[in-house]
């Protein structure tokens, strides 16, 4: 009985590497562009932001765009994406029996450290990825697999960047 | 081709159309789930070498995706006009890459992995999606401080066959080839730092990985269509358009678009440029003829509302134009109704002296000679359309641009 509840183990990584393949390659085929996860986390904040101080929307040329005057940021296939992948994750979770309430990290560390790591971390992603246009779904997965000079040049960039400094944080993951 | 990408919005409705987007999330969100990128222990295993899952499951990806791509487009199934590319900005997309990928080895988790991570219970994944959330509002916070860094080295759609100078073939089997010997070296890798030995690999993955080989050796024999193989796909349709002259707008339907703020519109002038000089409309793009097919991938990237007029002094090269360019799939493209002899005859006929007509002439030669280079200082440059009463049959059908306008990150 133990094995049933046990979680199931993940996929080979080139069957799971396959599946994302054709996943991303139906998505460009039905509607001409790629996947994403950056984009639709901007328009949920644009949204909240909007909600609580529209005139400060009205004055960033940044933030115009999406939600200025009466234009809707949730109005956007990018968002539904967004929401989708939430939702295909707590699928796949529950398939796998993977769900469950944990904080991954090294055992050197507490947990509050690798929470403010975490945050410290998503601080920076969600600001470079709006500084390159796209995070790694959008700019190297999808811009890789058409071939757009930017995206390679940027996956480079990322996985530098996580090298050069993987060793002063080898403490939190080892 | 016709058909690409789907009309979504058309077949479903506008929020119907969304369904799509949320299915293909749902199946995107399974699928980095079940390679395990909920885990930010996992993912960052990849930048101490101990399990390479990012790289391989990444580069898998890619190479899959990338060789059905290339292979639709072969086939003429998908066009790669109209696919999202997205732009490269240099230099801002190297920092921000940078800065994802210090932002990556301290919080665990890229953005489309935090939101498995969230959507199983990782209290650090929602940490991260908060940290990004903040992220993204510093960002709108401060780039009007550097918009000029931020607007840098804009080298518009630029692929990496364009920067090598070799066909899609030949790029899309080599990053396969490149990518399947990087995946055995991985695999080595690994065993070496966990001191190992090399796992035993699933029996299919030697098959496959020869599969995707012959499919990128297909996509290197067929090659990418030409534009005369584009050309013929859609000729029927486009010939009979000719035909009909429904494509061919009047002058004076020109100059109510031109007059009209929420247009734009881009004449073409495909002309030798002798004849450019000697007269041209006021705000007419020089494009002669041999140019036109590499100007359209520039034309792609205008506003949904931009239409494009191709001219010449007749109609044969504007026409002769108008077919690469509709080949290239660009939207909204017309021609100019007799060109610039008609539009000199209806606009400048009472100021132009017996010598300056030219009598006897051929096809798409210039009616009129200009002693000087007058381009468009000439008052026929831009008539005001008082001028003459305009009477024309309409016959621009603004069509929504096809191509999307942006990726997933926009």
Redesign the interface.
């Known amino acids: 009985m133990s094995q049933a509840v046990r979680a199931k183990p993940y996929l080979n990584p080139y069957l799971a590497g396959t599946l994302l393949g054709i996943v991303l390659f139906l998505a460009f085929f039905i509607t001409g562009s790629g996947l994403g996860a950056s984009g639709g986390l901007n328009r949920l904040l644009v949204y909240v932001q909007n909600e609580v101080n529209p005139q400060h929307i009205d004055q960033v040329a940044y933030l115009l765009k999406m939600a200025g005057g009466n234009s809707n940021p949730l109005d956007s296939w990018i968002v539904f994406l967004t929401v989708g992948t939430i939702f295909g994750g707590l699928i796949s979770g529950i398939l796998g029996r993977r769900m469950k309430f944990e904080t991954n990290k090294g055992p050197q560390i507490s947990n509050p450290t690798r929470w403010l790591m975490a945050f410290a971390g998503g601080a920076l992603m969600g600001y470079g990825a709006r500084l390159a246009r796209g995070c790694t779904s959008g700019q190297a997965l999808s811009g890789g697999a058409v071939l757009s000079v930017g995206s390679w040049a940027f996956m480079f960039a990322v996985f530098a960047g996580a090298y050069a400094l993987a060793y002063f944080f080898r403490k939190a993951w080892n | 081709m016709a058909n690409?990408?789907?009309p979504?919005a058309d077949l479903l409705g506008h929020w119907g159309?969304?369904?799509?987007?949320?299915?293909?999330?749902?199946?995107?969100?399974?699928?980095?789930?079940?390679?395990?990128f909920?885990?930010?222990?996992?993912l960052?295993?990849?930048?101490?070498f101990k399990d390479?899952?990012v790289?391989?499951?990444?580069?898998?990806?890619?190479?899959?995706?990338?060789t059905?791509?290339f292979l639709?487009s072969s086939l003429g199934?998908?066009d790669?006009n109209?696919?999202?590319?997205?732009?490269?900005?240099?230099w801002?997309?190297?920092?921000?890459?940078?800065?994802?990928?210090?932002?990556?080895?301290?919080?665990?988790?890229?953005?489309?992995?935090?939101?498995?991570?969230?959507?199983?219970?990782?209290?650090?994944?929602f940490?991260?999606?908060?940290?990004?959330?903040?992220?993204?509002?510093?960002?709108?916070?401060t780039?009007?401080s550097f918009a000029t860094f931020?607007d840098s080295s804009n080298?518009g759609?630029?692929?990496?066959?364009?920067?090598f100078n070799a066909s899609?073939g030949v790029?899309?089997i080599s990053i396969v080839v490149a990518a399947l010997v990087l995946?055995v070296l991985a695999e080595k890798v690994e065993a070496m730092v966990n001191d190992k030995p090399q796992q035993r690999?699933?029996g299919w993955?030697k098959p496959?990985a020869g599969g995707l080989v012959a499919l990128a050796a297909v996509v290197l024999i067929i090659g990418q269509p030409s534009n005369e193989d584009r050309w013929q796909a859609i000729a029927a349709e486009s010939e009979a358009k000719l035909e009909g002259r429904a494509v061919q707008i009047s002058s004076g339907e020109f100059i109510k678009y031109r007059d009209d703020s929420k247009i734009k519109i881009i004449p073409l002038d495909v002309r030798e440029e002798r004849y450019y000089n000697q007269f041209h409309l006021r705000g007419a793009v020089h494009v002669p003829l041999d140019q036109v097919q590499a100007k359209a991938r520039e034309l792609q990237f205008e506003p949904a509302n931009t239409i494009f007029v191709t001219i010449s002094n007749d109609e044969a090269a504007a026409t002769e134009a108008w077919k690469i360019l509709k080949a290239e799939s660009v939207p909204n493209i017309y021609i100019l109704e007799g060109g610039i002899n008609a539009w000199l005859k209806t606009y400048a006929g009472d100021s132009i002296s017996d010598e300056q007509r030219v009598y006897n002439r051929q096809e798409d030669q210039m009616a009129y000679k200009f002693n000087a280079a007058t381009g468009s200082r000439h008052p026929a440059a831009a008539p005001s359309p008082h001028l003459l009463d305009l009477k024309y049959e309409p016959k621009v059908i603004l069509e929504l641009k096809?191509?999307?306008t942006?990726?997933?990150?926009?």
Request: with cysteine; hydrophobic share 55%; net charge positive.
């Open positions: 690409f990408p789907l979504l159309s969304y369904g799509v987007y949320a299915i293909i999330g749902i199946a995107f969100g399974m699928t980095l789930e079940s390679a395990g909920g885990n930010s222990k996992l960052a295993a990849q930048f101490y390479m899952r790289f391989k499951v990444m580069f898998t990806a890619i190479i899959v995706a990338m059905l791509i639709s199934l998908l790669y109209l696919i999202w590319v997205p732009p490269t900005y240099l801002p997309g190297i920092v921000g890459g940078l800065i994802m990928g210090v932002g990556f080895i301290v919080g665990g988790f890229c953005p489309g992995t935090s939101l498995v991570g969230l959507a199983t219970g990782k209290i650090d994944a940490v991260f999606v908060l940290g990004v959330l903040f992220g993204i509002y510093m960002f709108g916070e780039v009007s931020f080298m759609r630029f692929t990496l066959p364009e920067l899609y790029v899309v995946f690999l699933p993955l496959a096809r191509a999307p942006s990726g997933g990150c926009g």
